[in-house]
């Protein structure tokens, strides 16, 4: 029992170390992310989510986000979560000034997700991605005014789980450019 409960605290100081080592070298990205997406919100466009494999449950959590609410009551915004057949979705919904809001944390074959990417570019649409393992293949697929966001991290579950603190950071950006500080 005592061998299962440090392997358990294992994963706590390997998650609390992953996120103490990127703060630094994610935050400009996610800046970054977080004014893309705002330009597209404020400019009448949507986001569209869309994960590959299990990074799919955090697209449908991140349209969730959007269209209801972070941290506090807003108006919904314009969002919605894709399902695998995103390129085809992509080309059916998207339009010029919409955004794709990719999450693949990096355990299967990069071809669901690149193939997302490519229809989000057919579209002019901007394409944001939040990548495992350094964003290999899909960092390649992206035009200059998109964006990466890399965990540097070989492990899927780690990766999530960054994805997932990433995804608050961009929602509490939003809602701070939007509506102002929030009030203690």
Do not use: N, W
């Not at 697929?141 to 890399?150: S, Y």
């Amino acid at each position: 029992m005592l061998m299962l409960e440090q392997r358990i605290q294992q994963h706590f100081f390997d998650s609390a170390d992953l996120k103490y080592q990127t703060a630094e070298t994610l935050a400009r990205p996610i800046a970054d992310a977080a004014g893309a997406l705002l330009g597209t919100i404020t400019a009448g466009g949507k986001m569209m989510a869309y994960g590959s494999g299990s990074a799919a449950p955090i697209a449908q959590h991140a349209a969730a986000l959007f269209v209801g609410r972070f941290e506090r009551e807003r108006p919904p915004l314009a969002a919605l979560a894709l399902s695998g057949q995103a390129p085809l979705q992509l080309q059916a919904l998207g339009h010029p000034g919409d955004l794709l809001l990719l999450f693949d944390a990096g355990e299967a074959d990069p071809g669901a997700a690149l193939a997302a990417i490519a229809a989000a570019q057919a579209q002019e649409m901007t394409v944001v991605v939040l990548a495992g393992r350094g964003g290999g293949a899909l960092r390649e697929a992206l035009a200059e005014t998109d964006v990466m966001i890399a965990v540097p991290h070989e492990r899927s579950p780690r990766v999530l789980e960054m994805h997932l603190l990433v995804l608050h950071c961009l929602c509490d950006a939003v809602d701070l450019q939007l509506m102002g500080e929030q009030d203690p």
